[in-house]
Each structure stands twice: as structure tokens, then as C-alpha cells.
């Protein structure tokens, strides 16, 4: 089982070093939203990050659920949460980690419409080949399926759950490490995800 073709690792400080770049195109850009939405999961992370940057204090999130695996997803991304609030007027800023084939954004972007939004314009740290959405602001393109850093416990854990045997683990985790992923974590999520108990207490 050959689960993906590359992976790519950011690490925290690149993931940064972007996130302020981009906070430099949105202020050159003179747009000032009114409040940053986050697309949970993957939006948390940068969108609190440009609020800082952007000096921004408010912040929503909504749901949006598409993958379920590595490189597998649903027919259909749903919108398992939304926002209680109406947005009357409002700029906003819609945030995720990356516009894969771009329908999730596609649907948040609607359902903020429907909550009043005057403007929306999207910011995400990567953007994939052929998405339909294309958002206002990215760092970088990649057809690459891209690991962060807050969901290195879930990418290993899906990993474990798709290998045939522990030849095909091995060698997906000895892809993973060769694209930079730490290779002492992989060890000790990999121990952690099989529940062996861990010997360096924290």
C-alpha cells in the first residue's frame, strides 16, 4: 500500500515565517476584516496566529468535515457546525491550513454569506493544484499531502490504521521521516498509538 506519492513537513518556524508573510500581503492589500473565521480543524492554528498579526481580536470558527483519512475523503464536505451569530456587515477573513480541492472552503465561504457577510476573502497557508477555490492569500502550492505540526499524533494513527503489515508501516513511516518528519517523535507516537508504555516520563 502506497498511501501517498510525497509528503511535506512544515515545521512550526516555516509555518510562521509564512503565516507573517502572508499577514504583510493581507495589510499591503488594505484589507481589514472585521473578524477572522477559522475552519476547524486545520483553520485553528493560523487563524489565531493572523489575529495577532493582523491585531484582530475577534475570532469564530465553523466545522467543516471532508477528509476522513489520509488522502480519502467524504462524497461531500459537511458543515457539522456553524456560527451561532450573524455576521451583519461584516469583513471577513476565512482561514484554513490548505485549499486542497477547495469545496470545504467553498461551503464556508456560502454559509458566511448567509450570515450577513458583506466581504469574505480567504487565506490559507497552502493551496493544491486544480482546487476550485483559489484563496486571496496563500504561501504555497504543493500537490504534495502536507503533515503540520498540530495533527502529527492523527497522521500517525491514520498511518497505523491503513498498513497491511509492518513492512508497509515501516516503510510509509520511512517515507515520512525522510521528508522531515522528527524521527524520535514517529517513534514514540507510533509507541503511544499501540499503547506501549512510554519510559521517559514527562
Same mark, same amino acid.
Given at each position: 500500500?502506497?498511501?501517498?506519492?510525497?509528503?511535506?513537513?512544515?515545521?512550526?518556524?516555516?509555518?510562521?515565517?509564512?503565516?507573517?508573510?502572508?499577514?504583510?500581503?493581507?495589510?499591503?492589500?488594505?484589507?481589514?476584516? *472585521?473578524?477572522?473565521?477559522?475552519?476547524?480543524?486545520?483553520?485553528?492554528?493560523?487563524?489565531?496566529?493572523?489575529?495577532?498579526? #493582523?491585531?484582530?481580536?475577534?475570532?469564530?470558527?465553523?466545522?467543516?468535515?471532508?477528509?476522513?483519512?489520509?488522502?480519502?475523503? +467524504?462524497?461531500?464536505?459537511?458543515?457539522?457546525?456553524?456560527?451561532?451569530?450573524? #455576521?451583519?456587515?461584516?469583513?471577513?477573513?476565512?482561514?484554513?491550513?490548505?485549499?486542497?480541492?477547495?469545496?470545504?472552503?467553498?461551503?464556508?465561504?456560502?454559509?458566511?454569506?448567509?450570515?450577513?457577510?458583506?466581504?469574505?476573502?480567504?487565506?490559507?497557508?497552502?493551496?493544491?493544484?486544480?482546487?476550485? $477555490?483559489?484563496?486571496?492569500?496563500?504561501?504555497?502550492?504543493?500537490?504534495?499531502?502536507?503533515?503540520?505540526?498540530?495533527?502529527?499524533?492523527?497522521?500517525?494513527?491514520?498511518?497505523?490504521? $491503513?498498513?497491511?503489515?509492518?513492512?508497509?508501516? *515501516?516503510?510509509?513511516?520511512?517515507?515520512?521521516? +525522510?521528508?522531515?518528519?522528527?524521527?524520535?517523535?514517529?517513534?514514540?507516537?507510533? +509507541?503511544?498509538?499501540?499503547?506501549?508504555? +512510554?519510559?521517559?516520563?514527562?
Amino acid at each position: 500500500m502506497a498511501l501517498i506519492i510525497e509528503y511535506e513537513i512544515p515545521t512550526w518556524s516555516q509555518i510562521y515565517g509564512m503565516l507573517m508573510c502572508q499577514s504583510e500581503k493581507i495589510q499591503a492589500d488594505c484589507y481589514k476584516p *472585521d473578524v477572522i473565521v477559522g475552519v476547524s480543524r486545520g483553520g485553528l492554528v493560523p487563524s489565531r496566529i493572523l489575529s495577532d498579526l #493582523l491585531e484582530t481580536p475577534d475570532i469564530a470558527t465553523i466545522t467543516v468535515e471532508y477528509y476522513c483519512g489520509i488522502g480519502q475523503k +467524504n462524497k461531500e464536505p459537511v458543515l457539522k457546525q456553524g456560527l451561532h451569530t450573524g #455576521l451583519p456587515d461584516n469583513k471577513v477573513l476565512l482561514v484554513d491550513d490548505v485549499s486542497d480541492c477547495g469545496k470545504s472552503l467553498q461551503l464556508a465561504k456560502l454559509h458566511l454569506y448567509k450570515q450577513g457577510a458583506k466581504e469574505i476573502k480567504i487565506a490559507t497557508i497552502y493551496c493544491k493544484p486544480g482546487t476550485i $477555490t483559489t484563496p486571496d492569500y496563500y504561501e504555497k502550492q504543493t500537490s504534495h499531502w502536507i503533515v503540520f505540526p498540530w495533527e502529527a499524533k492523527e497522521t500517525i494513527t491514520k498511518i497505523m490504521q $491503513t498498513a497491511r503489515d509492518k513492512q508497509n508501516l *515501516d516503510c510509509e513511516i520511512a517515507k515520512l521521516v +525522510n521528508a522531515g518528519f522528527p524521527n524520535h517523535l514517529a517513534e514514540k507516537l507510533i +509507541n503511544k498509538t499501540a499503547g506501549v508504555p +512510554n519510559a521517559v516520563s514527562c
